[in-house]
């Protein structure tokens, strides 16, 4: 059983404070040394190998396949002097060989390699201000959970069916492996031999170089913590070398130097694995190469839309699989809830059976919530069974439940003209200011965090900007920020020139010159701005003066208010970005007709118990309880389009709350659920 988040917080303490003086050793050995944070890496694991293993294990031939695992070609590093500088940062713990499943309390075994790389090396920033791990998408997978994973798993095969070929696609630090070979010994009298044979069923590919040689290094490490003779190291070592590969598992023979399952792993031809388990990259579209997209889409079936790599891993999955096989994977919590999943929950309704769907969010209710990741979105468990069918027992739908059918309905997408997201900056700090007021000359007064000082700028390029917490359930709209915007008030969003803006916005060019170093830094190789003071999305300035319904992304219920557009002192911009800021939603005219009716109608549909349920279904949780309001989840809410008196006593109320004090609110949010409610009678 996983553990209790009681018995979990005092090793989660101990893996704290280890990581923080790996963290103080390396900002030391790269300075005094001058060598790279992957070769202190290299020198800090072969220390930490010989405290588990001993002094004079350093010497013993029969560990020279250990320590190969762990040596650069660099040999010129000085390894006595790094020792010297790392040994007191460690006499405070207690490291030692021992089995990763059953811990001692106090004490730091073979997962310390590993934990070492994924939130050491990987964690380090680049160039580009992102951490390897976030751009890889690569996130520390807690023993615990690979155990509760491992051990739904095997449940699945009856006591009859043989299995025996257990594979990682994406094995970074081998957690998953190493878990494997722990609950295969569990089965096992004979030790040594039967070790080798556990060993030789296990197969793993990762694209990292490091975590492919940590991943067999831990698991020799823990072989030996189970029983395995130090003599019998070389024979596992080399078949570890077999079944520990280097390479690109999506990207079998494409052209591009990626991996042959049939070469690599011959055994599996024609055959397939047993049991495919790990925790694939959570690497949305954004961060994959436009080469990669390309081929992925070419040999992925699931990878459709602004798909996630992840995707392309359960799909592969399913090939790797032997009829019967069971894949169980740590998957991002949005996978099957959203559209762009929808092509990989068809594939696995006609091929799969799922066992597992569990969420692991701190907010529900399972005890392995503690050990969920780092990452921005949340995860959940997906198990599966591979099978030929012809139902789709495990289908999602959403559907609105009505007496009858006699009222015409409409999706949200159709009865809106657009539902858009908000400018995206690329760089909030220089370019979202807080407004402080009108100042001399009248020039806009704001508070620059970057530059942690008040500016004056230009009315001309500067425009109120709303953040999604300034969007709230019939309130009333109050920006707080000024959007530094140069672009001119036209479609398509021409930006202004830098000539224009140093002759007719000195102010504002003065403080763009200031900030400049740090603009240029922002984008990556896949990520260019138009121009060095550019927005990332600047969208259409005539969109955001428009009338129309704001909806807050991430909102524990639908928080909608109206914007009446820049005619009636509305206008405002508004952040965006996934599942950041706001959707602004501008009604058609033809549909719902002129005037501010029409939208304040829209914002009664939009705040009411209707899209909550929509949204309940359909979206993914975040940290808190939040859910994503976003356009791939509302788009298709059915619209009852309204008579005209059902449409102006909806907009009539509407428009009360907006001027009612929050406080007072509840009896008239009351009535217009009621009146929806009848609307869909």
């Given at each position: 059983m996983p553990e209790t988040r009681a018995e979990s917080s005092p090793r989660r303490e101990l893996e704290r404070r280890f990581l923080r003086s790996c963290l103080k050793i390396r900002r030391q050995a790269g300075e005094l040394f001058a060598l790279t944070p992957g070769r202190v890496q290299d020198m800090l694991d072969t220390l930490l190998m010989s405290r588990m293993l001993g002094e004079q294990s350093l010497f013993r031939t029969e560990y020279a396949p250990l320590y190969r695992e762990l040596h650069s070609e660099d040999e010129s590093a000085p390894m006595e002097a790094f020792r010297r500088l790392a040994e007191p940062h460690f006499r405070e713990f207690n490291i030692s060989l021992h089995s990763e499943c059953a811990p001692p309390p106090d004490s730091l075994g073979p997962e310390i390699l590993s934990l070492g790389h994924e939130q050491g090396v990987l964690a380090l920033e680049t160039p580009c201000g992102e951490s390897s791990r976030k751009r890889s998408g690569s996130f520390y997978t807690p023993m615990p959970l690979a155990r509760h994973l491992c051990l739904q798993a095997m449940e699945q095969f009856p006591p009859e069916r043989p299995w025996s070929l257990v594979c990682d696609p994406a094995a970074g630090g081998g957690v998953f492996l190493v878990t494997m070979l722990h609950l295969l010994m569990d089965r096992e009298t004979t030790?040594?031999?039967?070790?080798?044979?556990?060993?030789?069923?296990?197969?793993?590919?990762?694209?990292?170089?490091?975590?492919?040689?940590?991943?067999?290094?831990?698991?020799?490490?823990?072989?030996?913590?189970?029983?395995?003779?130090?003599?019998?190291?070389?024979?596992?070592?080399?078949?570890?070398?077999?079944?520990?590969?280097?390479?690109?598992?999506?990207?079998?023979?494409?052209?591009?130097?990626?991996?042959?399952?049939?070469?690599?792993?011959?055994?599996?031809?024609?055959?397939?694995?047993?049991?495919?388990?790990?925790?694939?990259?959570?690497?949305?579209?954004?961060?994959?190469?436009?080469?990669?997209?390309t081929l992925y889409r070419e040999r992925f079936a699931s990878a459709r839309g602004k798909f996630d790599a992840a995707n392309c891993f359960v799909e592969l999955g399913l090939r790797l699989l032997a009829p019967g096989g069971v894949l169980a994977f740590v998957l991002p919590g949005r996978l099957l809830t959203t559209a762009h999943g929808q092509s990989l929950l068809e594939l696995l309704q006609r091929e799969a059976r799922i066992f597992l769907k569990q969420d692991i969010s701190p907010e529900s209710d399972t005890a392995i919530s503690e050990h969920n990741f780092e990452s921005a979105s949340y995860a959940c468990l997906l198990g599966l069974r591979r099978e030929d069918r012809t139902t789709a027992e495990n289908g999602r739908g959403a559907t609105v439940r009505t007496s009858g059918k006699s009222r015409e309905t409409m999706p949200l997408g159709r009865v809106c003209e657009s539902i858009f997201q908000g400018v995206i900056s690329g760089g909030d700090r220089m370019?979202?200011?807080?407004?402080?007021?009108?100042?001399?000359?009248?020039?806009?007064?704001?508070?620059?965090?970057?530059?942690?000082?008040?500016?004056?700028?230009?009315?001309?390029?500067?425009?109120?900007?709303?953040?999604?917490?300034?969007?709230?359930?019939?309130?009333?709209?109050?920006?707080?920020?000024?959007?530094?915007?140069?672009?001119?008030?036209?479609?398509?969003?021409?930006?202004?020139?830098?000539?224009?803006?140093?002759?007719?916005?000195?102010?504002?060019?003065?403080?763009?010159?200031?900030?400049?170093?740090?603009?240029?830094?922002?984008?990556?190789?896949?990520?260019?701005?138009?121009?060095?003071?550019?927005?990332w999305c600047p969208r259409s300035p005539l969109d955001f003066s428009r009338a129309k319904v704001l909806v807050r992304a991430l909102a524990l219920r639908p928080a909608c208010t109206h914007d009446p557009g820049l005619e009636q002192n509305g206008g405002y911009l508004f952040t965006g970005g996934g599942n950041a800021g706001s959707y602004g939603l501008i009604p058609r005219a033809d549909i719902l007709g002129q005037g501010p009716e029409g939208g304040l109608f829209l914002l009664a549909l939009c705040n009411s118990r209707l899209l909550e349920e929509l949204v309940r279904e359909r979206a993914p949780v975040f940290r808190g309880g939040y859910r994503s309001h976003g356009r791939r989840y509302i788009a298709d809410m059915p619209v009852a389009l309204p008579q005209s008196g059902e449409k102006r006593a909806l907009a009539k109320l509407a428009a009360r709350a907006l001027e009612t004090d929050v406080s007072e609110c509840h009896e008239i949010e009351e009535e217009l659920d009621e009146r929806v409610r009848k609307l869909y009678e």
């Open positions: 030790r040594e031999k039967a070790c080798l044979d556990v060993l030789d069923q296990l197969h793993g590919v990762d694209l990292d170089p490091r975590a492919v040689r940590l991943c067999r290094a831990r698991l020799l490490l823990n072989a030996l913590a189970l029983g395995l003779p130090p003599g019998a190291l070389p024979e596992a070592a080399r078949a570890l070398r077999q079944n520990i590969r280097l390479g690109d598992s999506l990207l079998e023979e494409q052209g591009y130097p990626g991996f042959s399952w049939g070469s690599a792993f011959p055994r599996r031809e024609g055959q397939g694995f047993d049991l495919l388990l790990g925790n694939p990259p959570f690497l949305r579209i954004q961060r994959i190469s436009a080469k990669h997209r370019l979202i200011l807080q407004d402080l007021g009108k100042g001399e000359h009248g020039l806009c007064r704001v508070y620059s965090k970057h530059l942690d000082e008040h500016i004056l700028l230009e009315q001309e390029v500067t425009r109120p900007l709303l953040k999604g917490t300034d969007v709230a359930r019939y309130e009333p709209l109050c920006p707080r920020h000024l959007a530094l915007y140069p672009y001119a008030p036209k479609q398509g969003a021409p930006l202004l020139g830098e000539s224009w803006l140093r002759e007719n916005t000195p102010h504002a060019w003065e403080y763009l010159c200031r900030v400049r170093q740090t603009l240029e830094r922002r984008g990556t190789p896949r990520m260019r701005y138009k121009s060095w003071y550019a927005w």
